[in-house]
């Protein structure tokens, strides 16, 4: 069983409009992840949040905005999204921050949110 | 800057074979690098990593690998795979603080009976 908890699993939207993927872990991970994955594709990442703070953005397009409430909680925010925007998003936790000496890289996954926009 | 070559995009066996999944990375510093497994319609799971130490690394599933410093090297390998084991497999590397997993392209493998 995975220890990171995404919701919802399946999500359609319409290009215009509003909505929201979730994530949550418990395993008091320092570091969390928004990854975008398109069939048969690698993983790639988004955004990372280090102590609840921003700390990677790959040049993502700001119709997705990504939130930090707390340190188990990560939120992707969806908004005017495009159809090429389908894909499943995984949501990864570290145990330490990205900027940490002794980050090792390793990341826990979760089982992801597949989204279709029409 | 660092980077993983996955050799194969696609591997077919029999159930019982041996498996050998190529994986080759560059990088200018020691690397942390990790073997991830995703059956479908699901999310990335951990089979081994190698940080320090021991080259041979076992993982779950019965799934070992080993890190060939000479050869830049993490293949994977298990000696009798199962139907189950069907699944696509990520090869990755991370080689200092502040940066994120870089994967491969990933190889499927397909263990037909």
């Known amino acids: 069983d995975t220890e990171v908890t995404q919701t919802p699993k399946h999500l359609v939207m319409g290009m215009t409009n509003k909505k929201s993927l979730k994530c949550e872990q418990h395993m008091g991970h320092r570091a969390m992840y928004w990854y975008k994955q398109k069939a048969k594709k690698p993983p790639e990442l988004m955004f990372v949040y280090s102590y609840e703070k921003l700390s990677i953005n790959e040049s993502v397009p700001s119709r997705f905005s990504p939130e930090c409430p707390n340190s188990s909680l990560l939120n992707l925010h969806l908004h005017a999204l495009q159809p090429e925007d389908s894909a499943l998003y995984l949501c990864a936790s570290s145990q330490e921050a990205a900027l940490e000496a002794r980050h090792t890289g390793e990341l826990f996954f979760g089982e992801g949110s597949r989204l279709t926009v029409l | 800057a660092q980077s993983v070559t996955q050799l194969g995009s696609h591997v077919s066996v029999s159930e019982g074979a041996l498996v050998l999944l190529r994986c080759n990375y560059s990088?200018?510093?020691?690397?942390?690098l990790f073997w991830y497994v995703q059956y479908p319609n699901q999310g990335l799971q951990l089979l081994l990593k190698?940080?320090?130490?021991?080259?041979l690394v076992k993982g779950i599933n019965g799934f070992e690998a080993e890190f060939n410093k000479s050869q830049t090297s993490f293949h994977l390998r298990k000696p009798s795979v199962h139907i189950s084991d069907t699944a696509e497999y990520f090869c990755?590397?991370?080689?200092?603080?502040?940066?994120?997993?870089?994967f491969g392209k990933g190889t499927t493998l397909s263990v037909s009976s």
């Open positions: 990755a590397v991370s080689v200092r603080a502040g940066t994120a997993l870089i």
């Open positions: 990088s200018s510093v020691p690397p942390y």
């Open positions: 190698y940080t320090t130490g021991a080259t």
